[in-house]
C-alpha cells in the first residue's frame, strides 16, 4: 500500500511508540509485507530467521524488535512487538470504512456498466465501462476493475487475506490494505472469491475466464488469457503466467509459479513450481504421460503380489 502523503521515520516512530535508527527526515512511502516490497517501503520482521531476509530486501525501512546496526541507504524501526506495531499502522493509514449504501458514492463506475440489483460496489471501487455485475456480487473497497468485464451473482470481490500469525494464546489477524485488480475482458463466475492483497495488489490478466466456485488467495498474480475451471482453489502469492489451463477442482499450493501455456488436469494438486507448456496431472502432480504410466504400473500390482504369494506357497509346500 502507498502513502500519500508520505511520511517521515520520526512521525512514524513516534505513531507506534518506536525507537528508530536513520535520519529522522527519511521518507517512508508504503507499507508492504516482506514478498511484496519496494524502495520507500516500509516492511516487518520478528523473527531471528528472517532478519537477514528483511534487512537485505528492497524496503528501506525495517521495522524489527532487535537493535542491529542500520543497513547503508535504510532505516531501522524499533519495537518489542513489530507485527501489532504493523498492524497498528494498516488500521491508522487504511481504515475500515463501513458503508449504507449499496453503490458507495465514492466509487467510479464507466459508461455501459450495468450493475444488477443487490449487487454492493464499496468504497473508493474504480469499474470500467461496459461491465454487467450481477445481483449479490459484493465487491470490496479499494477494488479496481476494467472495461467488459462480467461477474456472474454471489461472487466476492477483494475479501480480507487469510492470513493470521500464530501465538500461543491463539491467532492475531494481518489486516489486509492491499487491492485486487481485474483487466479487462475477464469473466468471473458465480459464488466465485478473489482475496484482495494483503499489502499489495492480487492481479487477474486481461481476457482470463473463471467458471463458477473459485478460489484465488492473497497477492496471486493470475496471467492473461488463462481458463480456470470450477471448484479450483488457488493459494496466496502464486504466480500463474499467461495461457495457463487449470480444469476443474486443481489445487495449488502458496508460493508457486506456474509456467506460460502450462496445462492442470482435473483434480490434481500442485505442491511444486510446474514449466510452462506441458501438461499435468495427479496428487501431487507431475507430467501426465509419467503420471498414466505410474497409474498403469500400479493396476499391476495385485497381480503381481498374487503371484509372488502362489509361487512362495508352492515352495513352502514342497518336501524336505
Request: charged share 20%; net charge negative; hydrophobic share 40%.
Amino acid at each position: 500500500m502507498k502513502l500519500s502523503p508520505s511520511f517521515r521515520l520520526e512521525d512514524i516512530a513516534r505513531l507506534i511508540g518506536a525507537g528508530f535508527s536513520g535520519d529522522p527526515d527519511f521518507l517512508v512511502t508504503g507499507l508492504n509485507e516482506i514478498h511484496m516490497v519496494e524502495p520507500g517501503d516500509l516492511t516487518f520482521v520478528d523473527h531471528p530467521k528472517y532478519y537477514a531476509k528483511a534487512l537485505s530486501s528492497k524496503a528501506t525501512t525495517i521495522l524489527i524488535n532487535k537493535e542491529v546496526e542500520c543497513p547503508e541507504g535504510k532505516a531501522l524501526l524499533f519495537h518489542t512487538d513489530p507485527f501489532a506495531a504493523f498492524v497498528s499502522l494498516v488500521k491508522k493509514f487504511r481504515p475500515f470504512e463501513p458503508s449504507s449504501v449499496s453503490v458507495s458514492p465514492s466509487a467510479v463506475i464507466g459508461e455501459g456498466t450495468v450493475i444488477q440489483p443487490n449487487a454492493f460496489v464499496g468504497n473508493h471501487v474504480i469499474i470500467g465501462k461496459n461491465c454487467i455485475i450481477h445481483a449479490n456480487v459484493s465487491i470490496y473497497d479499494h477494488t479496481v476493475i476494467g472495461d467488459n468485464v462480467i461477474i456472474q451473482a454471489n461472487s466476492v470481490i477483494g475479501g480480507d487475506a487469510y492470513y493470521f500469525q500464530r501465538k500461543p494464546e491463539g491467532y492475531r489477524k494481518f489486516e489486509s490494505c492491499g487491492r485486487t485488480v481485474i483487466s479487462d475482458n475477464v469473466e468471473i463466475g458465480a459464488l466465485c472469491a478473489i482475496d484482495k492483497g494483503v499489502s499489495g495488489d492480487t492481479f487477474i490478466g486481461k481476457g482470463t475466464k473463471f467458471d463458477n466456485h473459485v478460489q484465488v488467495g492473497h497477492d496471486t498474480y493470475i496471467g492473461s488469457n488463462c481458463l480456470i475451471g470450477s471448484h479450483c482453489a488457488i493459494a496466496g502469492v502464486t504466480r500463474i503466467e499467461d495461457d495457463v489451463i487449470l480444469w476443474g477442482k486443481v489445487v495449488i499450493n502458496k508460493d508457486l509459479v506456474i509456467g506460460k501455456g502450462a496445462i492442470v488436469l482435473a483434480t490434481s494438486g500442485v505442491g511444486k513450481n510446474l514449466e510452462g507448456g506441458k501438461t499435468y496431472f495427479g496428487i501431487p502432480a507431475d507430467e501426465a504421460r509419467k503420471k498414466w504410466r505410474e497409474l498403469a504400473a500400479l493396476r499391476q500390482l495385485p497381480g503381481i503380489l498374487a503371484s509372488i504369494g502362489s509361487v512362495a506357497t508352492l515352495d513352502s509346500s514342497e518336501p524336505v
